[in-house]
């Protein structure tokens, strides 16, 4: 059970878009649609954002968005706010009736 | 709105046990399966345990028979018992709904701080 790999840092100017990716293979993001990502503030617990690859839970705004391909799935963050910097983890169900989550990736609004 | 509120960290002595507890309000909590999740100072999430509804553990390889869930459906309490504490279990744990089944771990507790000195 690897961890999911995500990139340590992404970075976007107020009013752009960004793309965060999350790695896995066909044994988690590959094998189901059970892809999740996770907003984490300084101090604060996690807050699911995406859940099934694409679904928002009620009260997420519609500038997130999620999308899978093959063993990688990614999280868009369209029109940055300020208050989106933050720490952002993806999570996939695994084959093996298992939890796996990425690295974390610490999103910067310039 | 679901709400859960954990208890039971605090500073422990390697080689010690402890006890962690979450209690859970605004749900029916026998028909949820229910996560750990925990996260070292300055580091990641990392997947501790699951249980489901009627209460069938899931751990990682990792968890090496350390750690065990359990719950407490009449209480709406889920439990985690940590033996054995080394230095490297000392983080943050969180408590949350769901994790079992491909159901994304939705609500979640603001955790409970475990320290394990040497």
């Known amino acids: 059970q690897s961890a999911l790999i995500q990139p340590a840092s992404v970075s976007g100017s107020p009013g752009q878009s960004i793309t965060i990716s999350c790695t896995g293979t066909n044994s988690d993001i590959g094998a189901y649609d059970f892809v999740s990502w996770y907003q984490q503030h300084p101090g604060k617990a996690p807050k699911l954002i995406i859940y099934d690859v694409t679904n928002r839970p009620s009260g997420v705004s519609d500038r997130f968005s999620g999308s899978k391909s093959g063993n990688t799935a990614s999280l868009t963050i369209s029109g940055l706010h300020a208050e989106d910097e933050s720490d952002y983890y993806c999570s996939s169900y695994t084959n093996s009736l298992a939890l796996v989550f990425g690295g974390g990736t610490k999103l910067t609004v310039l | 709105e679901v709400h859960l509120l954990e208890s039971g960290g605090g500073l422990v002595q390697s080689g010690g046990s402890l006890r962690l507890s979450c209690v859970a309000s605004g749900l029916i909590f026998s028909n949820y399966g229910m996560t750990w999740v925990r996260q070292p100072p300055g580091k990641g999430l990392e997947w501790v345990a699951s249980?489901?509804?009627?209460?069938?553990?899931y751990y990682p390889d990792s968890a090496q028979g350390r750690f065990i869930i359990s719950r407490d459906n009449s209480k709406n309490t889920l439990s985690l018992q940590i033996v054995s504490l080394r230095v490297e279990d000392t983080a943050i744990y969180y408590c949350?709904?769901?994790?079992?089944?491909?159901?994304?771990?939705?609500?979640w507790g603001q955790g409970t701080p475990v320290t394990v000195s040497s």
């Open positions: 249980i489901s509804g009627p209460g069938g553990p």
């Open positions: 949350a709904q769901g994790g079992v089944f491909g159901v994304a771990p939705q609500n």
